[in-house]
């Protein structure tokens, strides 16, 4: 059994940094396109890539150090003052406090596991560090090699198996363009909204707006659930600092930004890579979280939309050279 799980963390610890590879290559290779077509080697190409990658992440990485986990303390310190809060005023209206014990003592004790997924959870060995570390160093050779040759890979798998280079390049393209639709269209969903609630959390005086700014953008990458873990917090945190009538209003923005405005700027800003059902979302994301973990919620519902999509277009491509269009 040990042997058992140290081979699965030694697999997905390699996997995940490779999986974060592939999607990074695909959503910086318009940057390298461009390069190339200016005259830029592919070789050179992909370094500056990597580069700019680095910086990137470096400056990411900045924003989240300084205005969220810098903070912590403090952020600690403000939910426990608005949960404590929250449950003075439901005591002051005779109601019954004790279910809200239960659900803290529930997000206190399953919290931690919401990252880590049955995947995550068994990289958390010595096998799956190990894995992982080399996993991270063999990511950035693959992306590499994905921002430098990622165009010629349709028509080398196509050689490689009995698939038609059609449909093939059909299949990597709906995979591009719903990966790059999405992360593009859901950042720029985060930012129209954000201000929204923002704003009025400046005007009342909630403290810790950067980290609710941060927690809010990087959490919308998590359909529907994201979005609302931050809501909840930033209520509390207005609660826990201006009483009811701040959480209220802090509430019913996010409910604003999160509601009808959000369904505009992102059905304008998605476009079409992510048209299916809002509750093959919810599946998908659920689903992906289960297996893994937050990378699993990030990706459920893209990588469901480019499967819908590839189908659909291997089916094209068969109706038109006059082949059966099942997929079998």
Aim: charged content about 10%.
């Amino acid at each position: 059994m040990l042997m058992v799980a140290g081979a699965i963390g030694a697999v997905s610890g390699i996997l995940v940094p490779l999986v974060i590879a592939v999607i990074i290559g695909i959503v910086m290779e318009p940057l390298s396109e461009i390069l190339q077509r200016r005259g830029v080697p592919a070789t050179l190409a992909a370094v500056l890539c990597l580069v700019v990658l680095l910086s990137v992440a470096a400056g990411t990485i900045a924003i989240v150090v300084l205005g969220f986990l810098d903070q912590w303390p403090e952020i600690l310190r403000q939910i426990n003052v608005g949960w404590s809060a929250l449950i003075d005023w439901l005591n002051s209206h005779d109601s019954d406090t004790a279910w809200l014990e239960h659900v803290r003592t529930a997000v206190e004790q399953y919290a931690p596991e919401v990252g880590q997924g049955v995947l995550g959870a068994v990289t958390s060995t010595v096998y799956g560090l190990f894995a992982l570390a080399m996993g991270l160093f063999f990511s950035a050779f693959f992306l590499f090699f994905v921002l430098r040759d990622g165009a010629e890979f349709p028509e080398w798998f196509a050689r490689t198996t009995t698939f038609p280079v059609d449909e093939v390049s059909a299949v990597v393209d709906q995979c591009r363009g719903s990966l790059r639709g999405y992360f593009r269209g859901t950042a720029i969903t985060a930012l129209v909204t954000a201000p929204i609630f923002v704003i009025p959390m400046l005007i009342l005086g909630v403290p810790l707006v950067i980290p609710v700014f941060v927690l809010y953008f990087f959490l919308s990458f998590i359909p529907f659930l994201g979005a609302w873990i931050t809501g909840v917090f930033a209520v509390l945190i207005a609660f826990g600092s201006g009483g009811s009538t701040a959480a209220i209003i802090i509430g019913v923005t996010f409910m604003i930004s999160n509601g009808t405005i959000q369904s505009a700027v992102s059905s304008w800003a998605l476009g079409s890579s992510l048209k299916i059902h809002p509750v093959v979302v919810l599946l998908s994301t659920m689903v992906g979280g289960a297996v893994g973990g937050l990378l699993g919620m990030v990706l459920g519902a893209p990588v469901t939309a480019a499967v819908a999509k590839s189908i659909v277009a291997i089916r094209q491509s068969r109706a038109a050279r006059g082949q059966n269009p099942a997929l079998e």
